[in-house]
């Protein structure tokens, strides 16, 4: 959430960082519209407050003056007395309902870049800022797509996974669920060694934890919701992980806090129409491995290039070769206000895919879910800044496995920090 203070005190500078993202329908007008009405209301109300409280001084004095209780002068401050608590009682509900409109308005809001984040209307315009791994970029012509040779050794099952569930399902079969579950050992195994906390948070999750993070209410279409309940499928551990320390005030000392996750995540992918319909891309159900930091402001820009070092950690162990974003202003995510990602090589697509994204968002998505920090005796408290990754999505990583390390002869070799993990070192 954006900072009203921030809006009231510079509309001129919010505005123009919301127009580098490129759609002209964040205006700030009616806010501050609202924010005039609602600070104008407050001011009346802290007078006549102020008066209320005065009026009942009076009449205390006066009663302790001698002055009889039915005296008319007292009859007089008891008449405005009166009226001051009328006016107060229509005054409340209008600020609050100014309020609670403004809250709603500043939800729809998405995070202000950070000035270093690269101006640019699209993803045409992020910037690559290093590749890793061209010794190990092939593209040959015999290279199956992932789901062509994971469907060849057996180890995927679409077809069957659409007669239990849907479209954009996968049932994994023997060694194909055997090489998720190492992927996920490892690196879950690899981000602890770094430095993260695992944590098995709950998969459902309810209002409050999505809208925290920026989830709700502008993408409630793109998650899976139980009806009976206020709880939804969660879409990604960033959200779980993050809402643990929802409006709780932590000590500065304890941070940063280091947290990783593996989860099942659900989501309706509702604006991928017609996109990645086949393969392990883009499903409704797929793992992940997520990593979560909170942390001290002074330190967020430092805490997202180690992310993203944490992140291909993953893909330089497993050798595979990737390319590092950085995301423009016109293509960071609703609650980022910096974000690289990170794309891996597919040899049958000549070309690299997202299987990471890694996202500083300032004290966004801590405004919104009430997260803050004492630094030791200090007057007051600060919101801390929130940082999440992939380390990494799972499935998309199975899919660079099974194509950069696929042989002629249709087998797929095992990448060496794999093999203990699961026991073998090819699949035919």
Known sequence: MLDLKQIRENPQGVQELLDRRGASQYDLTPILELNQRQRE??????????????IGKLIGEKIRAGIPADAPELQALRDEGNQVKATLSELEPQEKELKAEIEVLLLSFPNLPSESTPIGKNEEENVEV???GDEYVTQEDWILPHWEIGEKLG??????????????FVSLVGAGAALERALISFMLDRQIAAGYVEVMPPILINSQSLKATGQLPKFAEESFKCDSDDLWLSPTAEVPLTNLYRDEILEASGLPIYHCAYTPCFRREAGAAGRDTRGLIRLHQFNKVELVKIVHPSTSEDELQKLVRDAGAILEALKLPYRVLELCTGDIGFSSRHTY?????????GKYREISSCSNCGDFQARRGGIRFKEGNKKGTQFVHTLNGSGLAVGRTMS???ENYQQPDGTVRIPEVLQPYLGREVLT
């Open 155 to 168: 180890i995927l099952n679409f077809e069957r996974a659409v007669k239990v569930a849907q479209s954009r």
């Open 341 to 349: 990602d990170l794309e891996v090589w597919l040899p049958s697509a």
């Open 41 to 54: 209301l407050e001011t009346s109300r802290t007078r006549l407050q102020a008066r209320g409280n005065e």
């Open 130 to 132: 290093r590749r890793w």
């Open 400 to 402: 660079a496995i099974l």
